[in-house]
């Protein structure tokens, strides 16, 4: 019975073979370090063939660009898995295209983090419109990332919120004590994500000049025909729905959590009568 032999099955005792910080190169060491090595092993698409690194934002295009970028990346294999990687994108239990950190020795992965051989970007978004959509789609729908939110409403207050209870104005007050390592990624700071100051990106687009960005990720990628044909399809629309959850102390409130990122990424905090 196939069932009951899979069921006698001894477990299996696998070793911890993560590598010791001390045997990473130094910007490896202090980018895990400061994000831990799971994070790092998530968020980092790395193609040996075409020479670059894409490290992801959560909800500041990743969908598109995972999806573009894998797309490229499948289409080395059979053009048969393009469709594949687009049409899931974020599914991390799928086989993936891209090498990720934890393939490479020591030393070739501190190269593809410092060498010029390697181009290194990543996508970035206005953080107030970029924490409103995470707290739309994870907190709003109830999904897992509401948990420890609601959690830490519980204490705060004595009693259940449910999720599609919790305010804005809640919600960051929570998340404006979480160091950004234990923050979830959704709503991370995003300098503090990228490694901004310890790895030496080529280039950092906005999301909202995306569109008119393609040649310059085509070079990147070594690609010039590399089009961003696929777009996500779970936006929560936040751009178009700032007006509707935010006061004036709100964004003040994002502009301090967010301090770093306003300061360092080429962004304004939106005025209230802009949006």
Known sequence: MRGSHAASLPSMTVPDRRPERTDLGPVARAWVAQMGWRSINLHTHISLVNRYVYVEVPKAGCGTMKATLGGLEAARNN?????????????????????????LPDDLLEEVLTSSNYRRFTVVREPAARVLSGFLE???????????????????????????????????????EIPSRKQDPHWRRQADHIGLGIV???AVVHLEDLDASWDLIGDLTRTPELKGEFFCRNSTGARTRMADYYSA??????????????????????ALNAL
């Open 200 to 202: 030496d990106y080529d």
């Open 138 to 176: 994870k907190v709003g729908q109830g999904l897992k990332q509401s948990e420890p939110i609601v959690d830490a409403l519980r204490e705060r207050t004595g009693r259940d919120i449910p999720p599609d209870e919790v305010t804005l104005e809640q919600f960051l007050d929570v998340i404006s």
């Open 79 to 103: 053009p048969g898995m393009v469709g594949r990687f687009q049409e899931a994108p974020h599914n991390r239990l799928a086989a993936t295209p891209f090498v990720r950190p934890f393939q």
């Open 249 to 270: 102390e709100l964004l003040a409130r994002v502009s301090d959590i967010y301090a770093r990122d306003y300061a360092e990424l080429g962004y304004d905090v939106p």
